[in-house]
C-alpha cells in the first residue's frame, strides 16, 4: 500500500515564500504530482517529478528525492491567489494508472 | 474548453435510495477513476476504468459500483444510499499513454444523504 504525508496547515505572508513537504512509503514508484486545489473546485495539475532534482515551473518548482521518499513543493512571491489546498498524489510503478493522495496542505496566504 | 463535466453539483439523496453521478469526458482519455475527498482523509480511490467495459476496484469499493458503456462516459452508482456516503466525489480521466500526464479532474459532486 502507499503512505503519504503532508502538513495539515501552513500560513504565510504575502510575498513569501513557502515549502510544502510530502513524504512516502510506496510499494513501487513511478511519478509523484502536485496538484492545487481551490476551496469548491476541482484539482488542477502543477507539477510532475520521476526523477531526482529539483523542477522549476515560474513561481512553483517540484523537488523530488527518490532515495528519501521525500518531495516538496515551493511556492515564491506569494500572492493571495496561492491560498488553497496542495495535494501530494504518488504513483506506483506496480499499477501505473492510479493515484494515490496525501490528505492535502491548506496554505493561507496573509496580507 | 471544459473538459471533464459532472452531471450534478450539489445533490441530496435519501437513505436507501439508488443514485447514480455521471461524468462525461471529451478528451478521448481511455482512463477514468471516481474518488471520494472527505476532509483529513484526502481522496481515496472507489473505482477505476482503464477502457471501455472494463473496471477494477479501487480501495473503497463497498457499496459502490460502476458502468462504463462508452468511452466518454462512467457513471458511479451508490446501490443504496447511506449517511456515510455524504462526501465530495471526484471524477477524473487520463490518457492512456505518456506517464508525465496527471488527471484532469471534474468540478465535483458534493453528495449529502439524509
Known amino acids: 500500500g502507499q503512505n503519504i504525508d503532508q502538513p495539515t496547515e501552513m500560513t504565510a505572508t504575502e510575498g513569501a515564500i513557502v515549502q510544502i513537504n510530502c513524504t512516502y512509503q510506496t510499494s513501487g514508484f513511478n511519478g509523484l504530482f502536485w496538484y492545487q486545489q481551490h476551496a469548491g473546485e476541482a484539482p488542477t495539475f502543477l507539477s510532475y517529478n520521476v526523477l531526482d532534482g529539483l523542477e522549476e515551473k515560474g513561481r512553483f518548482s517540484s523537488f523530488l528525492s527518490r532515495s528519501k521518499g521525500y518531495s516538496y513543493l515551493l511556492l515564491k512571491e506569494l500572492q493571495m491567489k496561492d491560498s488553497a489546498s496542495y495535494l501530494c498524489?504518488?504513483?506506483?510503478?506496480?499499477?501505473?494508472?492510479?493515484?494515490?493522495f496525501g490528505a492535502g496542505t491548506t496554505v493561507t496566504v496573509r496580507a | 474548453d471544459v473538459k471533464v463535466t459532472q452531471s450534478s453539483r450539489y445533490l441530496v439523496k435519501r437513505t436507501g435510495e439508488k443514485v447514480f453521478l455521471e461524468c462525461v469526458q471529451d478528451m478521448d482519455h481511455e482512463n477514468m477513476f471516481w474518488y471520494r475527498q472527505d476532509p483529513g482523509l484526502g481522496l481515496r480511490l472507489i473505482y477505476f476504468?482503464?477502457?471501455?467495459?472494463?473496471?477494477e476496484k479501487g480501495d473503497i469499493p463497498e457499496g459502490y459500483s460502476v458502468s462504463r458503456e462508452k468511452k466518454e462516459r462512467f457513471s458511479l452508482i451508490l446501490e443504496s444510499a447511506s449517511t456515510n456516503q455524504t462526501s465530495m466525489y471526484l471524477c477524473?480521466?487520463?490518457?492512456?499513454?505518456?506517464?508525465?500526464?496527471?488527471?484532469?479532474f471534474g468540478s465535483g459532486t458534493r453528495l449529502t444523504v439524509v
Open positions: 498524489a504518488v504513483r506506483a510503478f506496480s499499477n501505473d494508472y492510479k493515484l494515490s
Open positions: 477524473a480521466s487520463r490518457p492512456r499513454q505518456g506517464a508525465s500526464y496527471g488527471y484532469t
Open positions: 476504468s482503464y477502457d471501455v467495459k472494463m473496471k
